[in-house]
């Protein structure tokens, strides 16, 4: 069993950045693949980062490539999502998740975190 907490989310003007962290409970975090997806009100949650187990792969969606970046710190059972140069369409809540394997599928992580709400002012 692993919880999952995020943090970091807030208001931002458009250019600006944001760091977001995802804590994890319980002593097996290097065993997951940790992803961050979004949601913006009235679409499906989608995609955005994942990450392997020690941070050796690292996956991006095509709207955040270049200015997002993802990592972790197992030591701190942690992960992190560097968010850079933000615009209005990245408004959405974000979660965190872990699962077994890299992944682009929400369904094929076991457990989420609660969200942080990530608003860009244009």
């Known amino acids: 069993q692993v919880q999952l907490v995020e943090s970091g989310g807030g208001l931002v003007q458009a250019g600006g950045s944001l760091r977001l962290s995802c804590a994890a409970s319980?002593?097996?975090?290097?065993?997951?693949?940790m992803g961050w997806f979004r949601q913006a009100p009235g679409k499906e949650r989608e995609f955005v980062s994942d990450?392997?187990?020690?941070?050796?792969?690292?996956n991006y969606a095509d709207s955040v490539k270049g200015r997002f970046t993802v990592s972790r710190d197992n030591a701190k059972n942690t992960v992190y999502l560097q968010m850079n140069s933000l615009k209005p369409e990245d408004t959405a809540v974000y979660y965190c998740?872990?699962?077994?394997?890299?992944?682009?599928?929400?369904?094929?992580?076991?457990?989420w975190g609660q969200g942080t709400q990530v608003t860009v002012s244009s």
């Open positions: 990450i392997s187990r020690y941070g050796g792969s690292t």
């Open positions: 998740a872990a699962g077994g394997a890299l992944t682009t599928n929400p369904y094929n992580y076991n457990y």
């Open positions: 319980g002593r097996t975090f290097s065993s997951y693949a």
